[in-house]
């Protein structure tokens, strides 16, 4: 009961209290919790020692490897990472704290620690975020991730909630079955499991209809989502979570809003026009495990008009990928880089030839590209060798050389998609 009723609580915190009637009154929120965090959180944490009562401009930036290097001083039971890995492997609490590790789609499983009352924290958020509808009514949840969490057994302890785990790596036939059983309400999965999905629905092998379809995990593209959208006849709608924290999910608009009520966001600039950044996430709503001046990978888009829904929330456009899928090239004048973003180079490579719909640029040298398109036409490879060049003759980049090989992608569904890659 005692469970439940924390949960309640951060749930109607979220729905009915941290409300904001204008972007001056978000910052000053920010402002007191941050001061408060201060105090009161990062005082006790040996890695702020001499930093805890300074402006947050100060403190050093943090990332996955300084993390880990650093992992005992960051933790408030002082446990180092070497210790923590095998307790997380063994899904073992500490002290009331659960030890976790990530789902691994983007690589290397992050670790996380996370206390009883931050669990009952996130999924109250979640549930003022997410749940279209009432808090009173049932809802039957598929979760998608190649890693189950602590975090879902505590929504289990919500009888109106049911959570069913589905694990990517088992056998794609397994999940429609279980999805022919439940029959979800709320779907969430990353967008390449939802577009399989969807191909299932659209071969008549699988009917389900739930309410509300979240994709997590992985850029969910513009082609993707319409597909995806069309098959189940209703938006798809975002949730942006990482180890590092519940970060952002759409509106009812569909447009993605980050939890600024949560998270103090600062941007690094990417572009010139500053219309893509780099966000660096101080998360002053966990005390268990710090994450303060943390610099993500990921590429956020600012969306540049308004959101019909009026909140002050920052607004980002899309997920547009990491920064390791930012193509760099030589410029003419052999003394600097271009930079091609994923968004430039996807738009370029569907646009070049109606019958593609699928590809993979991997980026091996800095004068080299390999391509695959799902179309074996040399017409095709032609368009696409034109669009390329243009477009980086247009930004003043030396012409690399472009190698197309046969398509044969790998799906592997427990994996992040990436059609992208810088591997050089």
């Known amino acids: 009961m005692r469970d439940k009723l924390s949960i309640l609580g951060h749930y109607l915190k979220a729905k009915y209290l941290h409300r904001f009637p204008d972007r001056a009154a978000l910052e000053a929120h920010q402002r007191r919790q941050l001061a408060r965090f201060k105090t009161e959180v990062l005082r006790h944490f040996p890695f702020f020692a001499d930093l805890w009562d ?15 290097q650093n992992f005992a001083d960051l933790n408030s039971l002082a446990l180092p990472y070497d210790v923590s890995l095998p307790l997380a492997q ?13 789902s691994g789609t983007s690589g290397r499983r992050g670790l996380f620690l996370v206390s009883d009352e ?10 003022a975020k997410a749940l279209p509808g009432p808090l009173w009514q049932k809802h039957r949840v598929v979760l998608a991730l190649s890693a189950n969490s602590d975090l879902y057994t505590t929504a289990n302890k919500n009888s109106r909630m049911r959570f069913h785990f589905l694990d990517l790596k088992a056998l794609y036939q397994d999940h429609l079955d279980t999805l022919t059983d439940v029959q979800p309400t709320i779907l969430i999965a990353p967008a390449q499991f939802l577009k399989k999905i969807a191909q299932s629905m659209q071969a008549g092998d699988l009917q389900i209809n ?20 069309e098959q189940f006849q209703q938006p798809i709608h975002q949730i942006y979570q990482c180890t590092e924290g519940f970060l952002g999910i759409t509106c009812a608009h569909g447009t993605l809003h980050l939890n600024e009520e949560y998270v103090h966001v600062e941007k690094e600039w990417l572009d010139e026009g500053k219309t893509r950044f780099n966000p660096i996430i101080t998360d002053f709503s966990r005390t268990t495990q710090a994450i303060v001046r943390y610099r993500m990978n990921d590429i956020l888009k600012i969306k540049q008009t308004p959101c019909p829904c009026g909140s002050p929330l920052l607004a980002i456009e899309k997920v547009e990928g990491r920064c390791d899928d930012i193509l760099k090239l030589e410029g003419c004048d052999q003394q600097t880089m271009v930079d091609l973003y994923p968004d430039e180079i996807r738009a370029l490579i569907l646009d070049a030839d109606p019958t593609i719909r699928d590809f993979r640029v991997t980026q091996t040298q800095a004068d080299h590209l390999s391509l695959m398109i799902d179309t074996p036409s040399t017409q095709a490879q032609e368009r696409v060798t034109q669009a390329l060049n243009h477009a980086i003759t247009k930004r003043k980049a030396q012409l690399p050389t472009l190698t197309f090989k046969d398509w044969s992608p ?8 990436r059609r992208i890659v810088r591997d050089c």
């Open 54 to 68: 300074k402006d947050l401009s100060n403190f050093p930036l943090t990332d996955k490897a300084i993390v880990q």
């Open 90 to 102: 063994a899904r073992e609490k500490v002290n009331g704290i659960t030890v976790g590790l990530s």
């Open 118 to 127: 931050e669990r009952h924290f996130w999924l109250g958020v979640m549930l």
């Open 210 to 229: 739930p309410t509300r379809i979240f994709s997590v995990g992985e850029v969910l593209s513009d082609d993707d989502r319409t597909f995806i959208g």
């Open 410 to 417: 790998t799906i592997d569904l427990s994996k992040k998609l």
